[in-house]
C-alpha cells in the first residue's frame, strides 16, 4: 500500500471543523448544496478553460455531476467531471480556509454569541467543503487533475486535527477526469443516503446549477410474462386426463433495475421568457445563487438585442451592505454565451455606488476569452454598463414607487449612502439620482421625505429649496436659523448626514430650484424693508463694532440682520466659505 502523507489543517480550520462536527446540529442538509456548488464551480472552471484548450475534455466531453447512494452502509459519492485538483490545490483548497464566505461565517460566528444562532448562520453563509463533516464522520476526496496524470486522494476525518494524502492506486477506482467525494455517513445521518432523500435534496437545492445532476435511482418497469398453470388449478377445470402438457398463462410482474436519472433542470432562468418565471422562481434563484436568505426588494429581468445582445437579471437585495469601499464584491456573474466567465467583473460593468445590486449577465457579444483589460475597453461593455446602469435605476425608483413605504425605508436605510456617493461621483445621472434621496425635514416629524414631496410643499411665492446642514436632528431643529423660515411656515431640509449635504451641493439644484443653505449670509426670503434696516443698522452699529472688536480674528464681520426670531444673535457662514457643517466635518477628516 502506498504510503500516505499526513497534514495539519491551519488553525482556523481547526476551529471550524470542531463547530461543525459539535455545535451545528441543525440544517444540516446544507451539506449538499455546498458540495454540488463546488462541484458546480469546478465544471465552471473546465467548460471556461476549455474553450481555449479543447484538449482537456480528451477524457470525456461530458461536463456532469452524478450522485449514489448506498443506503445500507450510510455513503454518499458525489462526482463530477470538473477540473479536479492537483495534489498542490488539494493541500491549498481543503487545510486551508479558501473562501471568504468561511471565513465571514467564523467572524459571524463570533459575533453573534447567542445560542441557536448557528443553524441560521450555517444556511446565509455556508461553511463550504467543510459542511461535508456536518453529516460525515469521514470524507474521501479522490481527485484528478488535466494539469497531473495522477490522481489523489485527501482523506479526512471529523475530530481530527489532521488529513491525509496518497497516490490513488486502486484501478477500479480511477476517474478520467475531476472529483469524486465519498461520505461515510455519521450513525443519526445515514438517512440521508436514501435515494429519493437526495432526490429530494438536489430539487430543493440545485435547481439552478447548469450541469445535469444525475442520482442513482431504481426503477421499475412491469412486464407481461408467460408462466406455467397451477396442475392443481388446471385439474379442476376438468379433463386432465387426456392432457399432458401443462397449460401456460401470462402474469404480470415488476421488474427493477438501477439507473441515473437527471434530477435537475439544467436551463438556466434568465433564458426563460420573463411572462413565464413567477416571483417565487426569480427569488429563489437569488436566494440560491447568492446565498441569502431574505427574499430581494426588487428584481429585474430583461433581454436586450440590436446594437449590443445580453440578458441579465439584476437584483435589489434586502440585506446591508455596510462597506462602501469594498469593491470585491462577487455580486454580478459574467457569463458569455452561457459559460460562466467570472464573478469578478462587477466594476467593469456597474459603477462602485451602484456595487450593491446582485444578478447575472449573459453575453453574447464578448469573447469567451474576455479579460478585464478587455472589458475596460470594449464599446460593447460601455453599451452594456449604460443599460445595466438604467435597469438598476428602473428597479430602485420601482420600490419607491411601492405602495408598500417600508420597503423603501428599507432600501434607503441599507443603501441611501451609496445613492449619496453616485450623486457625487456621476453626474451624468444626476437627473435618476435625485428623484431617489430622501432627507429630513423640518415639516416632517423625524420621517423622510423626497425632493418632490419638498416641492409640492412649497409655498407659492418660495424660489429655492432651503436645508440646513448639523451634526444631529436635534441641533439642526433647534437651528436659530430655522425660527424665522419656520414661523413663516417654509419647510427645510434638515442635513443630518455627513454626505447629506455634499450631496446636495453637487446636485445645485432640482426642477429648476436653487438648494440654499440657511445658515450663511444674505439669505434672501424676500420682504426687505430697507428704510428700517438702514435706522436699525445705524442705531447698533457701535455695538456691533464692540462685538467685533472684542472678537478680533474669530469672525470676519459682525451685521444687523433681520432672520431671527427669538435667538440674540446667530454665527452664519460666509455665501462662498465652508458652512459650520463642512468645516466641522473636514475637521474631523483631518484629525
Ligand atoms: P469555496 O467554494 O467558496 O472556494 P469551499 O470550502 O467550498 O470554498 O471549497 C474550497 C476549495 O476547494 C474550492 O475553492 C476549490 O478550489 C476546491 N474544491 C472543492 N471542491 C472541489 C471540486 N469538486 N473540484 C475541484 N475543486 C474543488
Ligand atoms: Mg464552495
Known sequence: TPLAEKHEYQAEVNRLMDLIVHSLYSNKEVFLRELVSNASDALDKLRYLSVTDPELLKDGPELDIRIQTDKDNGIITITDSGIGMTKQELVDSLGTIASSGTAKFLKALKESQEAGMDSNLIGQFGVGFYSAFLVSDKVVVSTKSPKSDKQYVWEGEADSSSYTIREENDPGKLIPRGTRLTLYLKRDDKGFAHPERIQKLV??????????IYTWQEKGFTKEIEVDEDPAEAKKEGDA???????????????KYWDWELTNETQPIWLRNPREVSTEEYNDFYKKTFNEYLEPLASSHFTTEGEVEFRSILFVPATKKEDLT???????RLYVKRVFISDDF??????KYLSFVKGVVDSNDLPLNVSREILQESRIVRIMRKRLVRKAFDMILGISCSENRDDYERFWENYG?????????????????APLLRFFSSQSNDELISLDEY???????????????????????????LERLTEEEYEVLLLVDPMDEVAVQNLSSYKDKKFVDI?????????KNEEREKEIKQEFSQTCDWIKNCLG???????????????????????????????????????
Open 203 to 212: 430539487k430543493n437545492y440545485s435547481q439552478f446549477v447548469s450541469f445535469p
Open 553 to 591: 480674528d474669530k469672525v470676519a464681520r459682525v451685521d444687523i440682520s433681520n432672520r431671527l426670531r427669538s435667538s440674540p444673535c446667530v454665527l452664519v457662514a460666509a455665501k462662498f466659505g465652508w458652512s459650520a457643517n463642512m468645516e466641522r466635518l473636514m475637521r474631523a477628516q483631518t484629525m
Open 519 to 527: 445658515s450663511k449670509e444674505d439669505l434672501d426670503l424676500g420682504d
Open 326 to 332: 469594498d469593491r470585491k464584491t462577487k455580486n454580478i
Open 455 to 481: 416641492v409640492e410643499n412649497m409655498k407659492p411665492e418660495q424660489k429655492d429649496i432651503y436645508y440646513i446642514a448639523a451634526d444631529s436632528l436635534s441641533s439642526a431643529k433647534n437651528a436659530p436659523f
Open 417 to 433: 449612502k451609496f445613492l449619496k456617493l453616485g450623486v457625487m461621483e456621476d453626474k451624468e445621472n444626476h437627473k435618476r439620482l
Open 241 to 255: 386426463e387426456t392432457k399432458t402438457e401443462t397449460k401456460k398463462k401470462t402474469k404480470t410482474v415488476v421488474e
Open 346 to 351: 462587477d466594476g467593469e460593468l456597474f459603477p
